[in-house]
């Protein structure tokens, strides 16, 4: 069977892929080996992936959330010690403490009992705008959701391997080809604190790490809509342009696609 990706054989390769990365809390979501060959799979993960994870947004989303990376370490953010003597710190949370990771003159100064204050920024809320590592994660996103979403169907999973009006798009994440930039719409639709309840799948609050959906505009576009961590980003998949998807909102009130009839919001997760 040919890669998803760079059509070469993949029959050999033992890499399963992870269509979100581990390190924003996806174990569900996986193509097995054979779909994604090991070099597309090793070029993702060190050259769009990592990356994209280093972004300050990210790395501060992973903090602040408590999510843990892939070898099961917690993530830093940069906090600063308020003294002249003091400085940049990395700071660590670790369930219910905090830790800070200083140098030998500082701890000093907090055992002298000189400094007693630890300023630990916010960080940024959303990632920045027109981003291209981004725009080329939601590209290779969206097609092995694609495949995951109809993998119980032989017919389709062929299809999709070797349908070419999706040529581009692959061609954009593996190689940043096609175009210098393939737009996507992003926006926040709940916050990182919001939990969710549905009777129908369990009696207690929930939260939502990820999710997304498939559909089509009246246009006969075809788009990916995933939500990570509250923010949700859209890209369409036949060619680089959004514009039917801002006409979609407009003409729906502005709601999510990925909104659910009986899912309930709870703000703040109260």
Not at 133 to 160: G, N, Y
Not at 167 to 180: H, L, Q, S
Not at 186 to 213: A, C, G, W
Not at 248 to 269: P, T, V
Request: proline fraction near 6%.
């Amino acid at each position: 069977m040919p890669c998803l990706f760079c059509k070469e054989v993949a029959d050999t390769s033992k890499s399963i892929e992870h269509i979100i990365p581990e390190s924003l809390g996806n174990i569900e979501h996986v193509l097995q080996p054979g779909i994604v060959c090991d070099d597309c799979n090793n070029y993702f993960a060190i050259k769009i992936e990592k990356v994209l994870l280093e972004q300050p947004y990210f790395k501060s989303l992973r903090h602040r959330n408590d999510i843990i990376s892939k070898k099961g370490n917690y993530v830093p953010e940069k906090g600063i010690i308020l003294h002249p003597q003091g400085g940049p710190v990395n700071v660590y949370r670790e369930k219910n403490r905090i830790i800070v990771d200083m140098n030998e003159q500082i701890a000093g100064l907090v055992k002298s009992g000189l400094v007693n204050k630890l300023l630990i920024p916010t960080g940024e809320l959303e990632p920045a705008p027109n981003n291209t590592i981004l725009s080329r994660f939601l590209a290779k996103v969206s097609v092995e959701a694609l495949l995951h979403w109809i993998k119980d169907e032989p017919f389709w999973i062929e299809e999709i391997m070797t349908k070419p009006e999706l040529d581009d798009i692959k061609m954009y994440a593996r190689y940043g080809k096609t175009v210098k930039f393939w737009p996507y719409h992003q926006r926040r639709i709940y916050n990182e604190e919001d939990r969710f309840l549905n009777p129908e799948l369990q009696k207690d609050p929930y939260e939502v790490l990820h999710e997304f959906r498939f559909f089509w505009t009246k246009e006969n576009e075809f788009y990916f809509v995933l939500a990570i961590m509250g923010i949700e980003y859209a890209i369409n998949m036949g060619g680089p342009s959004i514009d039917s998807y801002k006409t979609w909102l407009l003409e729906n009130n502005a709601r999510s696609i990925l909104e659910w009839d009986k899912e309930q919001l709870i703000k703040g997760g109260n």
